[in-house]
């Protein structure tokens, strides 16, 4: 009779049930490390774009920002400068037919003040706080979280 070295149908399955118990552990972590590094795009976006407002302010005969942002992915520009080639679009969506717009909304009586938001998946973050009242109106997506980053005008 031969001594064959194998491991046993038990033996795999424990190890096999012991490999599950790890992912199962680690993947809410990943998820988690995902939405913070889209909230943080977010985060980095709408400081671009305010940066881009305010060249764009600086270059106008009368100092305001525009009515409104051109759409996700469009160019930010008036007759002769280029401020923002692309502007930047939410996270979770990709330019084309879906690509989403952060919140932006200038000021109706004074066009010198204006709103930026954008929509955070971590709710508990240090800046998030109440999104706008119309950001759902005017982003074209709402937020499920209902906590946004927001910048005014510097």
């Keep these: 009779m031969k ?3 194998a491991f046993t149908l038990i033996e ?3 190890v096999i049930a012991i490999l599950a118990g790890f992912v199962a552990l680690l ?4 998820m988690e490390v995902r939405m913070k ?7 980095s976006d709408l400081k671009s774009l305010q940066k881009a407002l305010e060249l764009y302010k600086q270059n106008q005969t009368l100092p305001d920002y525009p009515a409104t942002l051109p759409t ?3 160019t930010l520009n008036d007759a002769t400068v280029v401020y923002m080639q692309k502007t930047p679009q939410e996270p ?3 330019c ?3 690509a989403k717009n952060y919140y932006y909304a200038r000021n109706g009586s004074d066009s010198g003040k204006y709103i930026l938001a954008a929509c955070l998946e971590i709710a508990n973050d240090a800046a998030a706080s109440a999104c706008p009242v119309d950001f759902a109106a005017n982003s074209n997506f709402t937020c499920s979280t209902n906590k946004c980053y927001q910048l005014n005008e510097p």
Excluded: E, H
Aim: contains cysteine.
């Design 37 to 43: 590094s889209r909230d943080v795009q977010r985060k």
């Design 72 to 74: 996700a992915c469009g």
């Design 3 to 5: 001594n064959k070295k």
């Design 27 to 30: 993947f809410p972590n990943f």
């Design 96 to 98: 084309g037919s879906d």
């Design 92 to 94: 979770l969506t990709k």
């Design 12 to 14: 795999l399955i424990v």
